[in-house]
């Protein structure tokens, strides 16, 4: 055997992953967040009702789509328990997961641009601001709220404390 045929039988192995055990290259879920990505925001909830407060996250992030600059941000649904917010660049993603015990934000994306992370920055503080209005605005009950937080119910302030030019 030639030092070029073990070259071609080390390089026919990177990146295909274990044939025989079925391991793959997609990119997996760990802990509620996907592989490689960062926490940004993690809210506690008293109580939420999810679907609703989902659907209604959902309207205002298709609503945001063309903000601050047209066609920067494309909404998807995963699932039904997140919302993803890419990046016209490619080199970052929102996930925001909704699941009974919290909502979380992630950022998916190695190194985000500069100008990503601006307009990270944009998108997340308005998504925090409809969330104020939802928690504490309006003549809503407490028992009909669709996002009641626990006390001390700072949360939403600490959330926009860790974004990035918050």
């Known amino acids: 055997m030639s ?3 073990d070259m071609g039988k080390f390089f026919d192995n990177l990146g295909g992953g ?4 079925g391991a793959s290259s997609e990119v997996e879920l760990v802990d509620g967040a996907y ?13 939420m009702k999810m679907g609703g ?5 959902n309207l205002y992030l298709m609503g945001v789509q063309n ?3 047209p066609g920067c941000w494309k909404a998807s649904k995963s699932d039904d328990s997140e919302v ?16 009974e ?4 934000v992630d950022r998916l994306g190695s190194s985000p641009s500069n100008k990503y992370l601006m307009h990270e920055s944009m998108i997340l503080n308005g998504f925090l ?15 009909n709220r669709l996002l009641t937080l626990p006390e001390p119910g700072n949360q939403l302030e600490e959330a926009r404390d860790a974004i990035s030019f918050g």
């Open 3 to 5: 030092f070029f045929d």
């Open 18 to 21: 274990d044939k025989e055990s």
């Open 35 to 47: 592989t490689g990505s960062k926490r940004i925001i993690s809210i506690p909830a008293k109580t």
């Open 53 to 57: 407060l989902r659907l209604y996250c």
């Open 67 to 69: 903000t601050p600059e």
């Open 84 to 99: 993803n917010l890419r990046y016209v660049d490619l080199s970052g993603s929102i996930i925001i997961q909704f699941s």
């Open 101 to 104: 015990e919290c909502i979380t």
């Open 129 to 143: 601001d409809e969330l104020n209005s939802i928690v504490y605005e309006g003549s809503v009950g407490e028992e």
